[in-house]
C-alpha cells in the first residue's frame, strides 16, 4: 500500500481497522447476478442504471439511519435501482456481512460489497455479487482482481485519478469506478470524473461514485460518460424510495 500520510484521518482509521480485521478460514464460491445485465435492463426500461447505497452512517455525513437494510434495499429497488451496494465495514460505516447477506437473499438484483479489501482473506467474509477494490489501497491489484474473480465475484476497481485508471485498464479491469471523493482532503468535486472518464477505453463499464445529489448532476455524469451511477447519502436521507426515483427517472 502506498504511504498514507496523506490522507484524511478518518480514512487512515478506517485502514487501519482493515488492516487488523480477521479473516474467514473458508473459501467462498460465488454465482453472482450480472451488472452488466442489470444495467442493460435499466436502460431499456428508460431508467438511468443508478446503484443505491445501503449506508447506515459514515465518517462525512451527521447521523445514523437505524432502518433494517433489507427494508431499505426493497425500498430502492421499488424505487428503480438497477444494483444495490451494501456497507460491511463495521466500524466507521456501522454495516455488517450479516446485513449485506440478508440483503441479497431479499432482492433480484447484483450486490456490491463496499469495504476495504486490501488481501485475498478479505474476499472470503461474505457472499456477494460484486466487490469494491479501491485501486489506492491495494499493493497488488492485478492479483486481487484475479483472486476475486477465481471466486466468483465480479470487482468493481475504484480510481481517482487518471494514473490510478491506467493502473486499473492495466490490471484487467472491466468495471471501473471514478469516485469523485478526495480521499486526501474528503472533499467531493464531480468533475473528477469528468477529466478521468474521457480516458477509459470504450469497453470499461465506467461508474461514478460520489457527489451525485440531484437530478441535474445525474444527466452531468450520464453526458460525461457514466454508465451508472453509484449513489448514497442522497437516497439514504428520507425517503428511499421517492430518493432512488427522483434519480433513475432524472
Not at 473459501?27 to 447476478?33: I, Y
Not at 465495514?89 to 456490491?112: K, N
Amino acid at each position: 500500500m502506498e504511504s498514507t500520510s496523506d490522507l484524511a484521518p478518518a480514512v487512515r482509521s478506517i485502514l487501519r481497522a482493515a488492516e487488523t480485521r480477521a479473516t474467514p478460514d473458508e473459501r467462498v464460491t460465488v454465482r453472482p447476478r450480472s451488472l452488466s445485465d442489470a444495467l442493460a435492463a435499466a436502460t431499456t426500461d428508460g431508467r438511468v442504471p443508478v446503484i443505491a447505497e445501503v449506508k447506515p452512517t459514515s465518517p462525512t455525513t451527521d447521523g445514523e439511519r437505524a432502518d433494517d437494510p433489507v427494508e431499505l434495499a426493497e425500498a430502492m429497488v421499488d424505487g428503480g435501482a438497477a444494483a444495490l451496494s451494501v456497507l460491511t465495514e463495521p466500524e466507521h460505516f456501522g454495516g455488517s456481512t450479516d446485513a449485506l447477506r440478508r440483503v441479497r437473499e431479499a432482492v433480484d438484483v447484483p450486490v456490491l460489497r463496499k469495504d476495504f479489501l486490501l488481501r485475498e482473506a478479505q474476499l472470503d467474509a461474505v457472499e456477494a455479487d460484486l466487490v469494491l477494490l479501491v485501486a489506492r489501497f491495494v499493493d497488488d491489484l492485478p492479483a486481487l482482481l484475479r483472486a476475486a474473480r477465481e471466486r466468483g465475484f465480479q470487482a468493481l476497481v475504484e480510481v481517482h485519478t487518471r494514473e490510478e485508471l491506467r493502473e486499473a485498464v492495466d490490471a484487467g479491469a472491466e468495471i471501473i469506478g471514478v469516485n469523485n471523493r478526495d480521499l486526501a482532503k474528503l472533499d467531493v468535486d464531480l468533475a473528477t470524473f469528468e477529466s478521468v472518464a474521457p480516458h477509459a477505453p470504450e469497453d470499461v463499464t465506467l461508474v461514478a461514485e460520489s457527489g451525485v445529489g440531484s437530478p441535474a448532476d445525474v444527466r452531468r455524469m450520464c453526458d460525461a460518460g457514466a454508465d451508472a451511477l453509484l449513489v448514497g447519502s442522497a437516497i439514504m436521507d428520507g425517503d428511499v424510495t421517492a430518493n432512488t426515483r427522483r434519480l433513475v427517472d432524472a
